[in-house]
């Protein structure tokens, strides 16, 4: 891509390459545009804008070929040396996002997990080597870490967000239940599931 | 409230509990609308709006009574014989879910899980009982559950939501990346886990 491409881009790409990788898995060699876009939620124009580029080309006659369409996104969305991520708050939410991401992409790996309690420091949980928070600058330069989770309490979320930009981490996934204020140069995306959970149930109760 | 709130503003009462209990579990008992508008993310005056919506007054001098907010936000939000839950798809997103919501509001929980693998039946995985997809129907009625939590793969995600709304389920939270066609009197939202992360981390490579 030529110019920088924008969130909604990369989170569209991101989807393409899970739907498509299902859909390999499940035998198909071939895809239109429309079928991609059907299960994308968005229209068919968008999806070949993507594609566009992405560099990827398909035929009017025979679609998209799945396995070069996965390569091209890859080229655009993986860090070549791959993504290593830290977790912050390895409790019971710290855990399940451990759990979740484990061994999930090749290029894309949580590397390290941070608690403020001392009796984690030392242990593997959920697969992933447990370090203490005062570890944080060390380990994530060692690692060559670039992105941070934060599965802490609100209380500490500021604090968590702030030593993560101190040590160098310019990619901040924050699951707390807080507004963070970080520095033009890094990126953060909130995801509150206790919120959207709650919501739906609001819904569902006024609906049924 | 009289006219109906919208998703944001349910969003926004359900942060805003979740804000306070921690406010008052580290020993405050009260709080200006400014201090829970910098931690929530909005402006002051959103706060007042909003409480004033579910009849809680302050005072200029002594703020908020946080205990007497959390009440009049509950009275809103949640259903006076709680909110039941279903899961479908007990593999390691599902999994990671069910032990993330399992205890974490008294009266909101995820009462019955679902999966196709026959192995899983009758099973107690991750404290919630697991049942086959055929007895969705029956469950879901005995239950009273009214919110369904999708964790399948994309390609099962559709026939999920289409078996949850015939079973008279209102309310959906869904995990899989897939778009989702429901009916009119169905809420759902979605919530991709990996996009986010594989999104952060793009643009953590970039800044870096």
């Known amino acids: 891509m030529d110019a920088a491409p924008s969130h909604e881009t990369i989170g569209r790409?991101?989807?393409?390459?899970?739907?498509?990788?299902?859909?390999l898995e499940s035998g198909s060699e071939s895809i239109y545009s429309h079928?991609?876009?059907?299960?994308?939620?968005?229209?068919?124009?968008?999806?070949r804008r993507d594609m566009m580029s992405v560099g990827a080309n398909g035929s009017p006659i025979s679609g998209y070929d799945i396995a070069a369409l996965i390569a091209c996104v890859g080229a655009?969305?993986?860090?070549?040396?791959?993504?290593?991520?830290?977790?912050?708050?390895?409790?019971?939410?710290g855990r399940s996002i451990l759990t979740f991401f484990?061994?999930?992409?090749?290029?894309?790996?949580?590397?390290?997990?941070?608690?403020a309690a001392a009796a984690k420091a030392g242990r593997v949980i959920c697969g992933?080597?447990?370090?203490?928070?005062?570890?944080?600058?060390?380990?994530?330069?060692?690692?060559?870490i670039t992105v941070g989770v934060i599965a802490v309490p609100q209380t500490s979320a500021q604090a968590v967000a702030?030593?993560?930009?101190?040590?160098?981490?310019r990619g901040i996934l924050n699951f707390a239940p807080a507004t963070l204020q970080v520095g033009p140069g890094t990126?953060?995306?909130?995801?509150?599931?206790?919120?959207?959970?709650?919501?739906?149930a609001y819904f569902a109760g006024r609906n049924s």
């Open 102 to 115: 484990q061994g999930r992409r090749p290029n894309l790996s949580i590397v390290a997990a941070f608690d």
């Open 35 to 47: 079928e991609l876009a059907a299960v994308a939620g968005v229209s068919a124009a968008q999806v």
């Open 187 to 200: 990126f953060e995306e909130d995801i509150d599931m206790t919120m959207a959970l709650e919501r739906v």
């Open 128 to 144: 992933c080597r447990c370090y203490l928070m005062d570890d944080l600058p060390k380990i994530v330069a060692e690692e060559k």
């Open 13 to 23: 790409l991101s989807r393409y390459r899970r739907l498509l990788t299902q859909r």
């Open 162 to 169: 702030s030593s993560l930009e101190d040590a160098g981490v």
């Open 76 to 93: 655009e969305l993986d860090d070549p040396n791959g993504a290593r991520a830290a977790l912050v708050g390895v409790g019971n939410l």
